[in-house]
């Protein structure tokens, strides 16, 4: 055995299983392919932990929603990507979202001034013979690919992720848009402020959404590739066009929806609403919340523009669309996230069926975890499925069944029941759920490596 863990890819999972091995006092080789002359569909730059899709982790109230409470756990176990996303913060009212430029210069450089972890630009093509981790994403280069398929005896499995557009601060109508966020909730901010209508709305009466759900339909699409032409959408990241070929009013009760807005001018909720959210500190970027498309560039600036308060909107970037592969995970992996068929790899991020940013990094800190007990002659279990952490492994190495496995976000969904006999309301059990998680998540730290 090698005297370091080799991890392959530097995204959110990659880099933060890098911090956790090298917290842990082991010696971590991290090749990412970017910047060594490869890069991928969907990236822009060659840095660490890039954000691709939104700038936003969802939400961040640990007492009543499972992302946020997967946020308070990997808080409590030194999370790097956590750290960072709280010191790039951007108003985002009760979710986390974040300066993406700032956020990835902040991870860059935290893993490469740390003197256990050594950066490298390479693709790695094969698999590593030595103890390692595959954090690839669900944008693995061919060979490497073709090598997992190889080694597992099974094709990976693959859907469509969508990218939603910027738009220029400066270039939206304020005359017509106004700021607030739904119901005026207003959040606590990590310096201690409050912030208050995170949101810029666009409303549109009847015949205007009409009008745009029509172009959504009749706008020219993206072509498919005959390989991709039977890749299924993963339902948390819907192109809108998709959305709106389910129903007049699907997107109404989605992304669009209106509920809670009051239009300062009219005194009343607008029959639909198109929202956009800080996208960087600077409060020059917004992106368009919900609207991940496969719309061809041209199809996007001539209908967004038709969207009241975007007449002039100018982009920073159009929405695009690429496919992501991922392995299936129950089949494939024992519960610590090892290869089965070679138990010196293990798999992390959304390579391993997990969806979002915040629950790839949490699987990339699990995964240098119990690399780390490896090494250092320590047994340890998987953390309860009691906790955020616990539940969403639970769901990659057994809880989903093998024959029909999809990606998933966290969700109370994948928790064992709360007791309490009786109908409760939604709020008190959301809480006894995350009490339990509290007091689970403690008990198995201490079972952890001296870095827990």
């Known amino acids: 055995m090698t005297d370091f863990i080799h991890i392959v890819g530097g995204g959110l999972a990659g880099s933060e299983a890098a911090w956790q091995l090298a917290q842990a006092g ?32 969802r939400s961040d109230d640990a007492e009543n929603n499972a992302v946020g409470l997967l946020h308070a756990e990997m808080r409590a176990l030194d999370s790097l990507i956590m750290a960072k996303a709280d010191e790039h913060r951007v108003p985002a009212g009760s979710a986390l979202a974040v300066d993406r430029d700032g956020f990835s210069a902040a991870v860059t450089q935290a893993l490469a001034a740390h003197p256990l972890i050594e950066v490298v630009r390479e693709r790695v093509d094969v698999l590593p013979e030595g103890p390692a981790i595959i954090a690839t994403g669900p944008l693995t ?19 469509f992720d969508a990218i939603a557009p910027i738009v220029h601060r400066d270039t939206i109508d304020m005359d017509v848009a106004w700021m607030a966020s739904r119901w005026d909730k ?42 991709e032409k039977d890749t299924p959408y993963f339902e948390g990241c819907m192109p809108i066009e998709v959305m709106a070929s389910r129903g007049e009013d699907t997107l109404r009760y989605g992304p669009m929806k209106p509920v809670g807005l009051d239009n300062p001018t009219t005194g009343r909720w607008p029959y639909a609403v198109v929202q ?66 070679a138990p010196n790899i293990r798999f992390a991020g959304q390579m391993t069926g997990c969806e979002g940013y915040v629950e790839s990094a949490a699987v990339g800190l699990l995964a240098g975890r119990f690399w780390a007990a490896d090494l250092a002659g320590r047994a340890i279990d998987p953390p309860p499925v009691t906790t955020a952490f616990g539940a969403l492994l639970g769901h990659i190495t057994g ?16 928790f064992p029941p709360v007791g309490g006999g009786g109908r409760s309301k939604k709020a008190d059990r959301k809480r006894r759920y995350t009490d339990r998680a509290r007091e689970d998540l403690r008990a198995w730290s201490a079972t952890l490596s001296p870095a827990g």
């Open 26 to 57: 082991v010696r971590v080789r991290l090749s990412e392919m970017r910047g060594g002359g490869d890069m991928t569909p969907a990236h822009h730059t060659d840095g660490l932990a890039e954000l691709v899709c939104s700038n936003s982790f």
């Open 399 to 414: 809880g989903a069944d093998a024959a029909t496995y999809q990606p998933m976000n966290v969700n109370f969904g994948l």
């Open 186 to 227: 207003n959040a606590q901010m990590a310096d201690g402020s409050v912030s208050d209508g995170d949101y810029i709305n666009c409303p549109m009466t009847k015949e205007q959404y009409l009008a745009f759900h029509q172009g959504l339909l009749d706008g020219e699409k993206t072509e498919f590739r005959d390989w």
């Open 276 to 341: 956009l959210r800080q996208d960087n500190a600077l409060g020059t970027l917004w992106n368009m919340v919900g609207f991940q498309t496969k719309l061809k560039h041209a199809e996007q600036v001539r209908l967004f523009r038709t969207i009241p308060g975007l007449e002039n909107a100018e982009f920073a970037r159009l929405g695009g669309l690429h496919r992501n592969t991922f392995i299936n995970s129950p089949q494939l992996l024992d519960p610590t996230l090892r290869l089965r068929s």
């Open 141 to 159: 280069a061919a060979p490497l690919a073709e090598a997992i398929a190889a080694e597992t005896g099974s094709d990976a499995l693959a859907f």
